[in-house]
């Protein structure tokens, strides 16, 4: 096990988005401690994505991250930190103490281009962890944007 894995993302409808839920348990698979970069509203504001409206408070998808993570090991949330990211890399880029990084082969290059800068800055680069795609019952990959559009009835 690794002292600190990190990971980052909206988190959006975690409770249907089950490509997020392989996330979580594999950062606590793989870390002693979890620091999730949860966006901020704000930033979502800044980043154009489809069915915006729809996306849930930062303060609901925290909340259902922390559900969520209690419901796989009721210690989960005393080995976790929920960091807002304002931006796309939050402290990756500069906290040495992260050791490992668990991404999708949807988000993996900024994972890529954390470490591009980590290494720029004189800090370890991470190990970084691909998760695959989860496929839903259509057999196409599950995202928040499928999710935003179906609440949508679009």
């Not at 930033?43 to 993570?69: A, G, T």
């Not at 090991?73 to 976790?80: A, F």
């Not at 800090?123 to 609440?151: A, C, N, Q, Y």
């Amino acid at each position: 096990m690794y002292k600190l894995c990190g990971c980052g993302g909206t988190f959006d409808h975690l409770n249907i988005h089950e490509g997020h839920k392989l996330l979580l348990k594999t950062c606590f698979n793989l870390g002693e401690h979890v620091a999730i970069g949860l966006v901020t509203d704000e930033f979502i504001q800044n980043v154009k994505k489809e069915f915006d409206s729809l996306i849930e408070p930062y303060e609901e998808r925290k909340r259902n991250i922390m559900n969520y993570i209690k419901s796989l090991n009721p210690d989960y949330p005393n080995h976790c930190t929920i960091i807002p990211l304002n931006d796309p890399f939050g402290p990756a880029i500069t906290d040495p103490n992260i050791e490992i990084h668990v991404s999708s082969e949807e988000t993996y290059e900024v994972a890529m281009k954390i470490n591009k800068i980590r290494a720029k800055n004189g800090v370890p680069r991470m190990i970084i962890v691909i998760i695959p795609l989860v496929l839903g019952e259509d057999g196409t990959r599950i995202s928040s944007t499928k999710i935003r559009k179906k609440i949508s009835g679009k």
